[in-house]
């Protein structure tokens, strides 16, 4: 308990001498100003708008906070019941239940092959259909597509950078033109998945 005082202590005076520059909503816990430094120098380091962090403890919410803003454009702070979209968070969450499962020592039944998921109603439409239906939504689609491993690596490798130099160039337009115009983002679908054999090991 002196160590955990100790480091909430630090914390408090490291936030007092390099304040965090965005809004700070809910309850302030000082036995856990650790996790207010941590959140707010994660989010100063890495340019993240805003986040929330939660604590439970058998089953109670005992720390709750909205670091940032949720809408830069109209400075709304974060709550710390604000929604966010999980994304690929999820997997990580899927990953501890699989987890659990083993250590416990159930069954884990594989339905697909160790696939991502099973074909989608986008798996199954002609590729033209797919690539309008993606710009129809706003995109800038890039296709990935082949079976062989190390000419995928190559060609996934030279997508990325051309997705990332595009993001570049439409933050660029944005921070020095002022630009508001929607931007066509890169995307690619979801859904690709390892080969059977890697290395002469199958199981994948």
């Not at 710009?135 to 079976?147: K, L, S």
Request: charged share 20%; net charge neutral; proline share 7%.
């Amino acid at each position: 308990m002196r160590l955990v005082l100790l480091l909430a202590a630090s914390a408090v005076a490291v936030s007092a001498q390099y304040p965090f520059p965005g809004p700070v909503t809910g309850q302030p816990v000082p036995s856990m100003a650790l996790l207010d430094f941590t959140m707010e120098k994660l989010l100063t380091t890495y340019q993240i708008p805003g986040g929330a962090l939660a604590v439970s403890n058998k089953g109670a919410l005992i720390y709750a906070r909205g670091f940032g803003y949720a809408d830069t454009a109209s400075s709304t702070p974060v709550q710390p019941d604000s929604l966010f979209r999980t994304a690929s968070v999820s997997k990580t969450f899927t990953a501890a239940v699989v987890l659990k499962l083993i250590e416990e020592g159930q069954p884990i039944l594989h339905r697909n092959g160790y696939k991502i998921s099973n074909p989608t109603v986008l798996a199954r439409i002609e590729h033209e259909e797919l690539e309008q239906f993606l710009r129809g939504c706003g995109w800038t689609p890039h296709f990935v597509e082949g079976d062989d491993p190390e000419t995928m690596h190559q060609l996934m490798a030279a997508t990325m950078e051309t997705a990332i130099e595009n993001i570049r160039q439409i933050q660029e337009n944005v921070r020095k033109n002022s630009d508001t115009t929607r931007a066509r983002w890169p995307r690619w679908p979801k859904g690709w998945t390892g080969p059977k054999v890697v290395d002469e090991l199958g199981g994948f």
